[in-house]
């Protein structure tokens, strides 16, 4: 009879008949002839709340609830929770579901309510968003049931310490897989780009489609068959494409949520499993004062489940960023030429410019692609209005702060390192461009 004892009645309904009956007691002294009327009604009011409590109770275990999501969250993404609610009462009750969310969320308000019929279930559902990797774990769901008397109301907690990882997004991974599959990248943002037939593999031939580029016809084939038919080309296969991630003290920076760290994560995974599809080779170097994590590249059924799992352990150090020891180990742990998207951010252009020789010895042995993270939050001070002086100031530092970027970018591009300069939460679709634009041109 646990339960019995945290079966409460100062329920809303009860406080409301309770406070009426309190008033009219108080009107009986001036007037005793409500007294008797006053005495009734709360006699009255137990019974019907000792009756409500023998209908609560009477089923020793009258609610199950159990809590159903999937296996592993996806990091920054809507991730969907359902809690599944029985009933074993005879009689219709209201339920109200309050779930304890782990304490990474600091959500204490969520209030689940629903109606159950006699023996009946009812799913109750809701979304979670994680924005940082690692183990999330949950509380009890707590469940307050009320007969529709609602004089009393009976408490269930279950599913106490319930733990679900969070990897980072194979949501995101599968969206883009989709449109890989449907060739739809367009619909992301990803630009079409026209291919080339040289240094690249023929195929096949098939038949003309509009669209297709007429320097492609095969006239053999055409003259053969009778009708149009075109020679369709390929990507150069196994080609390496490697993910250079930072882990020091400049990834810690958050947008909307998520820090550039988990940002570059999730756009590495993303472009990992389409080199892979593609049938590149895909690999993963984390690095910070030094080399901490080195995936070579692979293309086996695997390789993407054992980046998941290296990107999914990943930290920020805090650590200054030592180029020179990246340099020393992509040197002799890469020794085919390879695309290297190097995630990372440059506060400044002089910190650019002390790493800058390392990059450009990088670049003379592999396709460097650096990505260039734009403060979307400064783009926001620049809509403000100029209220005073310091307005005026903010907006002036602001404007030289995103000019240093652009700068950034074009010194790089001057000494033969590509760059991706993008807004944070547009990371995946601007390297994916970049990627498409590097196979297309043929450059690696």
Not at 143 to 168: S, W
Request: with cysteine; hydrophobic share 45%; glycine share 6%.
């Amino acid at each position: 009879m646990s339960n019995a004892l945290r079966s409460f009645f100062l329920t809303s309904r009860f406080f409301g008949i309770g406070w009426g009956i309190v008033a009219l007691f108080c009107a009986a002294f001036p007037f005793p002839f409500l007294l008797p009327v006053a005495t009734g009604l709360l006699v009255a009011l137990a019974a019907v709340t000792l009756v409500d409590t023998l209908l609560l109770h009477r089923v020793r275990s009258g609610i199950n609830a159990s809590r159903n999501t999937l296996d592993k969250w996806s990091n920054g993404d809507e991730n969907p929770v359902t809690i599944t609610v029985t009933s074993r009462y005879g009689i219709p009750v209201d339920v109200r579901v309050l779930d304890e969310l782990p304490f990474q969320f600091q959500e204490r308000s969520l209030d689940l309510h629903a109606r159950i019929p006699p023996g009946g279930t009812r799913e109750l559902n809701y979304m979670v968003r994680p924005v940082e990797r690692g183990v999330y774990t949950y509380g009890a769901i707590n469940i307050l049931v009320r007969t529709r008397l609602g004089l009393a109301e009976r408490r269930y907690r279950q599913e106490q310490g319930k733990e679900v990882a969070t990897y980072p997004s194979y949501i995101h991974l599968r969206k883009y897989e989709l449109m890989a599959l449907a060739d739809r990248w367009s619909m992301a943002g990803v630009k079409k780009v026209r291919r080339s037939a040289q240094r690249v593999e023929f195929e096949r031939i098939r038949n003309y489609v509009p669209g297709d580029d007429k320097r492609t016809v095969n006239w053999k084939a055409t003259a053969r068959l009778g009708e149009l038919m075109v020679n369709q080309y390929q990507d150069e296969k196994a080609q390496q494409i490697i993910s250079l991630i930072d882990t020091g003290r400049t990834m810690k920076m958050p947008f909307e949520g998520l820090t550039l760290l988990d940002r570059a994560i999730n756009a590495s995974l993303v472009l990992s499993d389409i080199a892979i599809k593609k049938d590149d080779k895909a690999g993963v170097i984390t690095y910070s004062d030094k080399v901490h994590n080195l995936l070579p590249p692979g293309r086996d059924k695997t390789q993407i489940k054992k980046i998941l799992e290296l990107l999914y352990a990943q930290r920020t150090d805090f650590a200054e960023t030592d180029f020179d020891a990246l340099f020393a180990r992509a040197r002799r742990a890469l020794g085919q030429r390879s695309l290297l998207v190097l995630y990372t951010n440059f506060e400044s252009l002089a910190a650019m410019r002390r790493q800058l020789p390392f990059l450009q010895r990088l670049a003379r042995a592999h396709l460097v692609a650096v990505v260039i993270f734009r403060n979307t939050e400064l783009d926001e001070l620049l809509t403000l209005p100029d209220r005073d002086t310091v307005d005026v100031y903010v907006k002036t530092i602001t404007g030289k702060l995103m000019h240093e970027k652009r700068l950034i970018a074009k010194e790089l591009e001057s000494h033969g390192v590509l760059t991706i300069l993008t807004r944070p939460q547009d990371l995946s679709v601007n390297v994916l461009n970049k990627y498409l634009e590097i196979k297309a041109r043929a450059l690696i």
